[in-house]
């Protein structure tokens, strides 16, 4: 009776089994040529797994009322403020690193389950099917530790710099290892300048890190392990060439890396376009005077021609960054026209980096007004789809939004340039934190200054306060915004948006609140004039309240200044 | 528990089991269920929540289960791990979120996936809230193995769960 029923259990389990391979079966046959009854089903379409998810999310827009998903949704947890979103989207990875660090350090607890019954204990049994490589231990390297060159590889892929460096020193240096893992270390170590990188792990770390602006000095570790395992490597082979120009380059070091260049060139060494690119980036640190400079670049250009590489649209953007970052006037921006019509014929179309570099040279903040980002936008309008090819793309729609506000002053290509950076998955493009908040303060202004008066309500209202907070200095403008328009009821919420945001306690916000109030109280209803009488007095309760603590602090109030706003609201 | 786990594990049980298969009892059932409910007190000022308000023979009538899986199914998968996975998940907040979890914790599961809620008191500020919510998601995962997400909400005190006194 028994074995009749597993009998049966399995009987089924290959019926199962058959179906499965049968429908695999079914699938894959494409059906090219018509068949005998004229139907011609259309060949199968390869989907990844996560298609299906994807196509059911586009059909879902955001919910700009909404904080962010990575905050938890519950009133005490949604931040309101810009230094609280910082601190709770913080404090949460500070808390899953706390809990890494933990499962790093007792690896040999998260291996197995303890409550298995003991005969599986002995074997590492894995609790998740599907395993998933993110939740298992990271191996922690010392001096201690008993180490293989497969630690080396593992350490090397998964761009664990120091770890690497440890691991590398443990073997024994360079003389232990063979070709191809020295070659990828120094690939490694080029490619940080020997500083550690932040996990990719760590998302939150790495959107809110400080804004580090680009600095142009060399920062290329001299002398270093790099360069060590370099003039340790014997044959010197083309790619540690290539990488160690790269690594000096992108670094600026400059000299040193065109020398090692000429070196290459001299040994008959062929050179990659990447090297190229890498050494265009940086061949102003070579010569001076604008003349001079271009004079080099386009050697290196004609020097790419004879040995026959074929430039790249990295090449184009690594020349104008070069053009931007020497300055101005009109003999650059001409080359770097004809640089980008130059490679407009080769077929190869300006990136968004490319972009950032011409709008960086053409629309200098005190120079004359040129409008080239009409174009921009219209051509980037017209592509399928915009993708990031490097770092510096992200730079581009912060720049864009800022020549719309400052330069051009013009809100009609302001709202061109955010639909573009709204359409499809183009908000990756935003970059980080820092310069997320940068473009909506632009976005934010030039609509207060230049748009209808319903249209910036409208666009204050999608994006205070869970996509952006405003500074001061757009608050300020906000609050000018309404006077002119009469918002009373609007008025009066300022206030509390300002107490909430935390520039409560600026002075010159909260007089130009107040003159706001007055200037717009004479013509408001009366319900509204309620309204701005009740922020008034809690402003004046504000007020008093700060200066009770300051007394304690023994520091000047401004209360005094309220009151007689406050009084001239009353009369 | 651990005590009973020794008693079980010992070889001497064999020779135990005889003396507990012999006995029989002649008394007639108390059929009288204690278990999940709650004694009304003298003072009546025994605080309870909805869910503990509610006795067993409520769930999915008034209230619902506190764990929720296909492991009790026919050809369920993983009965007993899901158990102890989910007491050690409760342990686990509990000792975490100490003196701040005010309700029982729900365990959802869905694929390998794991959803844990809870209501929490807001005694803590936020941002230590959010150090906990990364800490406990990260810790679980790791040692379960498969994704773990903390779904809570806050309340001002522990009255505000109280449904009724008794």
């Known amino acids: ?571 | 528990m651990n005590s009973l786990i020794k008693v079980a594990q010992s070889s001497n049980l064999s020779q135990w089991s005889p003396v507990f298969a012999s006995q029989f009892h002649t008394s007639s059932a108390l059929c009288r269920v204690v278990s999940g409910k709650y004694r009304i007190t003298k003072k009546r000022d025994r605080p309870l929540t909805y869910e503990m308000a509610n006795p067993p023979h409520f769930i999915a009538h008034r209230k619902t289960w506190n764990s929720w899986n296909t492991s009790s199914l026919k050809d369920g998968l993983r009965k007993s791990e899901t158990a102890v996975e989910d007491d050690f998940i409760r342990r686990f907040v509990n000792g975490t979120w100490h003196g701040l979890v005010c309700s029982e914790i729900i365990i959802k599961r869905q694929f390998n996936h794991i959803r844990v809620a809870a209501i929490v008191r807001r005694a803590v500020s936020p941002t230590k809230m959010y150090f906990l919510i990364g800490y406990t998601e990260e810790l679980l995962s790791n040692w379960i193995q498969s994704p773990v997400t903390l779904e809570l909400q806050t309340v001002d005190s522990y009255k505000d769960v109280v449904f009724k006194y008794i």
């Open chain 1, 1 to 571: 009776m028994y074995s009749n029923i597993v009998a049966s259990r399995q009987w089924a389990r290959l019926a199962c089994f058959c179906r499965y391979v049968s429908t695999i079966e079914g699938q894959t046959l494409p059906q090219a040529g018509k068949s005998s009854d004229g139907i011609s089903p259309p060949p199968r379409i390869s989907r990844s797994p996560t298609d299906i998810l994807q196509a059911l999310a586009a059909t879902v827009g955001t919910d700009p009322t909404a904080a962010h998903y990575k905050y938890h949704d519950d009133p005490y947890l949604i931040p309101q403020s810009n230094y609280r979103k910082r601190a709770y989207a913080l404090s949460a990875e500070a808390g899953r690193k706390a809990a890494a660090w933990i499962r790093d350090e007792h690896a040999e607890l998260f291996t197995m389950r303890e409550w298995d019954p003991p005969m599986k204990m002995k074997t590492p049994y894995f609790n998740a099917d599907p395993q998933i490589e993110a939740f298992a231990p990271k191996p922690i390297y010392n001096d201690e530790s008993k180490v293989t060159e497969e630690d080396l590889r593992y350490t090397i892929e998964n761009a664990l710099l120091e770890d690497s460096i440890k691991v590398f020193e443990l073997l024994g240096g360079v003389n232990n290892l063979d070709d191809q893992l020295k070659l990828s270390l120094l690939q490694l170590l080029c490619f940080y300048n020997e500083k550690e990188p932040v996990s990719m792990e760590w998302v939150e770390e790495r959107w809110f890190s400080a804004a580090t602006r680009d600095r142009h000095a060399a920062t290329w570790r001299v002398g270093g392990l790099a360069e060590k395992i370099f003039t340790a490597m014997d044959p010197k082979t083309p790619e540690a060439y290539c990488c160690i120009i790269q690594g000096m380059a992108k670094y600026f070091q400059a000299e040193r890396a065109h020398v090692f260049a000429q070196e290459a060139r001299e040994k008959g060494i062929q050179l990659s376009t990447t090297v190229y690119n890498s050494l265009l980036g940086c061949v102003g640190f070579l010569k001076e005077g604008v003349n001079l400079r271009i004079e080099a670049l386009k050697g290196l250009l004609h020097e790419m021609n004879e040995q026959g590489l074929s430039p790249n649209s990295e090449t184009m953007s690594a020349c104008l960054r070069s053009i931007s970052s020497w300055g101005g006037g009109k003999m650059l921006q001409t080359t770097a026209l004809q640089i980008v019509s130059e490679f407009r014929l080769l077929g190869i179309e300006p990136t968004l980096s490319a972009y950032y570099y011409l709008l960086c040279l053409f629309c200098k903040e005190q120079g004359p007004r040129i409008d080239i980002l009409t174009n921009i936008i219209a051509d980037l309008e017209k592509r399928e789809s915009i993708k990031a090819t490097q770092a510096t793309d992200t730079n581009f729609f912060i720049t864009a939004m800022g020549v719309c506000s400052d330069h051009l002053q013009d809100v009609n290509l302001a709202e061109r340039v955010h639909a573009l950076l709204m359409k499809d998955d183009n908000y990756q493009l935003v970059g980080d934190a820092y310069k997320e908040s940068i473009y909506y303060r632009h976005l934010v202004t030039v609509s207060c200054k230049y748009a209808p008066f319903e249209k910036t309500t409208e666009l204050l209202d999608t994006l205070v306060p869970n996509i952006y907070v405003p500074e001061p200095t757009v608050m300020e403008e906000i609050i000018r915004t309404l006077e002119v328009g009469g918002a009373g009821a609007r008025l009066a919420e300022a206030w509390s948006q300002l107490v909430v945001f935390g520039h409560a306690k600026r002075i010159k916000l909260v007089e130009k609140l107040l003159s706001a109030f007055c200037n717009c109280y004479s013509y408001q209803e009366e319900e509204v004039k309620a309204m701005i009488r009740n922020a008034a007095a809690d402003i004046l309760k504000y007020g008093q309240l700060m200066e009770e603590r300051e007394e304690n602090s023994d520091r000047r109030s401004p209360s005094q200044k309220y009151e007689i706003i406050y009084v001239k609201t009353y009369s």
